[in-house]
């Protein structure tokens, strides 16, 4: 495709605004359209991006918009995805769909397919993948055995039609999927309900085949945010901060790794040991990193894969995996003994701490 690529944005809330400004600064896309139930929210983005050399057009329907655009960005609700994508798909569009791809497991692989089958890029925002202190990782990639994460907002008041498994986890979730392509063994799961009708903590231990074992732990009820993720191999190990962005890698040292030094010498000093452990024999690195944009950086890549006919970094293939073992993890939900904090009026002298509402959050899901 020599022409510029035109874009819609499928979504006027908070991500369909930032993804709005974002495609004016890519080059080879121009925006085109931007689309919301809401006419005055849409009309609202495409008033502040429209130019005489690049009009922007409002519509409440996406349907009516199909003529003005080549592609398109869906930033609308998760419960919206698989209906809107699929629309799209068969209309010959290529598509990026904010994460999730959707909320289940069966439509996202129907759109993986759907994508792969007619020959149209079908992209997916797990934005971390592009995070500087992520992709400076590469080489601890190939053999990690082991990983800790831990993720955490104040409540977002947005995104309430998903848990914080898809809404927050999720990222952590395909960054460890892309360490490996060997299938899950075993997912143990826990979550918690404090302020909406899904969980708002939780936290899953999985398991890979491949030996790979991963702790990941997600909030959007915490008073203090953290993007934390420690990464074990046998050549050392790496912690990201992902909201800074930094990288510290430790290495170990050529005679640890070969355990050829005396230990029984040095632990009879312990304390002169514990002193020079980091300097002898554990090589800590810590990087500076440049801060990127990564939303605009995923948004150079969709569109570049569709100019060049190539495949982008996180395909539909890799955003359905991630939603087939959210999917997962919220089954290992149910299936354990599921509590949400209880109201003021349950609170009294006797009152259990908190109640088990397993069944009812099954109900939900069910309606």
Same mark, same amino acid.
């Given at each position: 495709?020599?022409?510029?690529?035109?874009?819609?944005?499928?979504?006027?809330?908070?991500?369909?605004?930032?993804?709005?400004?974002?495609?004016?600064?890519?080059?080879?896309?121009?925006?085109?359209?931007?689309?919301?139930?809401?006419?005055?929210?849409?009309?609202?983005?495409?008033?502040?991006?429209?130019?005489?050399?690049?009009?922007?057009?409002?519509?409440?329907?996406?349907?009516?918009?199909?003529?003005?655009?080549?592609?398109?960005?869906?930033?609308?609700?998760?419960?919206?995805?698989?209906?809107?994508?699929?629309?799209?798909?068969?209309?010959?569009?290529?598509?990026?769909?904010?994460?999730?791809?959707?909320?289940?497991?069966?439509?996202?692989?129907?759109?993986?397919?759907?994508?792969?089958?007619?020959?149209?890029?079908?992209?997916?925002?797990?934005?971390?993948?592009?995070?500087?202190?992520?992709?400076?990782?590469?080489?601890?990639?190939?053999?990690?055995?082991?990983?800790?994460?831990?993720?955490?907002?104040?409540?977002?008041?947005?995104?309430?039609?998903?848990?914080?498994?898809?809404?927050?986890?999720?990222?952590?979730?395909?960054?460890?999927?892309?360490?490996?392509?060997?299938?899950?063994?075993?997912?143990?799961?826990?979550?918690?309900?404090?302020? !909406?009708?899904?969980?708002?903590? *939780?936290?899953? #231990?999985?398991?890979? +085949?491949?030996?790979? @074992?991963?702790?990941?732990? /997600?909030?959007?009820?915490?008073?203090?945010?953290?993007?934390?993720?420690?990464?074990?191999?046998?050549?050392?190990?790496?912690?990201?901060?992902?909201?800074?962005?930094?990288?510290?890698?430790?290495?170990?040292?050529?005679?640890?790794?070969?355990?050829?030094?005396?230990?029984?010498?040095?632990?009879?000093?312990?304390?002169?040991?514990?002193?020079?452990?980091?300097?002898?024999?554990?090589?800590?690195?810590?990087?500076?990193?440049?801060?990127?944009?990564?939303?605009?950086?995923?948004?150079?890549?969709?569109?570049?894969?569709?100019?060049?006919?190539?495949?982008?970094?996180?395909?539909?293939?890799?955003?359905?995996?991630?939603?087939?073992?959210?999917?997962?993890?919220?089954?290992?939900?149910?299936?354990?003994?599921?509590?949400?904090?209880?109201?003021? !009026?349950?609170?009294?002298?006797? *009152?259990?701490? #908190?109640?088990?509402? +397993?069944?009812?959050? @099954?109900?939900?899901?069910? /309606?």
């Amino acid at each position: 495709m020599s022409r510029e690529l035109r874009v819609a944005v499928i979504g006027g809330g908070h991500l369909g605004r930032i993804h709005a400004k974002l495609l004016t600064q890519v080059d080879g896309a121009s925006l085109t359209a931007v689309c919301d139930p809401d006419l005055q929210a849409a009309e609202a983005i495409a008033a502040t991006h429209h130019c005489d050399e690049s009009p922007v057009t409002a519509y409440a329907n996406y349907r009516d918009a199909m003529g003005s655009f080549d592609a398109a960005v869906i930033a609308a609700p998760t419960q919206c995805h698989a209906e809107i994508a699929t629309t799209l798909l068969k209309a010959g569009k290529h598509l990026f769909v904010e994460k999730p791809l959707t909320h289940e497991a069966d439509d996202a692989r129907r759109l993986a397919m759907l994508a792969s089958t007619r020959g149209l890029v079908l992209q997916v925002g797990h934005v971390e993948r592009f995070n500087p202190a992520f992709t400076a990782l590469e080489e601890f990639g190939v053999d990690v055995k082991y990983v800790e994460a831990t993720r955490a907002s104040r409540f977002p008041g947005r995104c309430l039609d998903v848990g914080v498994v898809m809404d927050l986890m999720i990222h952590d979730l395909d960054l460890v999927l892309s360490l490996t392509s060997a299938p899950v063994r075993s997912i143990a799961a826990s979550g918690i309900s404090v302020v !909406s009708d899904h969980e708002d903590i *939780a936290e899953a #231990r999985l398991e890979f +085949e491949c030996g790979l @074992v991963a702790n990941l732990k /997600a909030s959007r009820v915490s008073p203090l945010p953290a993007r934390d993720m420690v990464l074990y191999s046998p050549a050392g190990f790496a912690q990201i901060d992902f909201g800074k962005p930094a990288l510290a890698t430790v290495r170990a040292s050529e005679s640890l790794s070969k355990r050829d030094f005396d230990l029984g010498t040095e632990a009879d000093n312990p304390l002169k040991y514990a002193d020079t452990l980091f300097q002898e024999h554990l090589q800590c690195e810590v990087r500076e990193l440049e801060p990127r944009n990564a939303i605009l950086d995923e948004l150079h890549d969709f569109v570049i894969s569709v100019q060049c006919g190539g495949v982008p970094v996180v395909d539909g293939s890799a955003g359905a995996r991630a939603v087939a073992v959210a999917e997962s993890i919220l089954q290992a939900i149910d299936q354990r003994s599921w509590y949400a904090f209880p109201s003021q !009026s349950e609170v009294g002298a006797n *009152a259990i701490p #908190r109640r088990r509402i +397993e069944q009812d959050r @099954v109900t939900r899901r069910a /309606a």
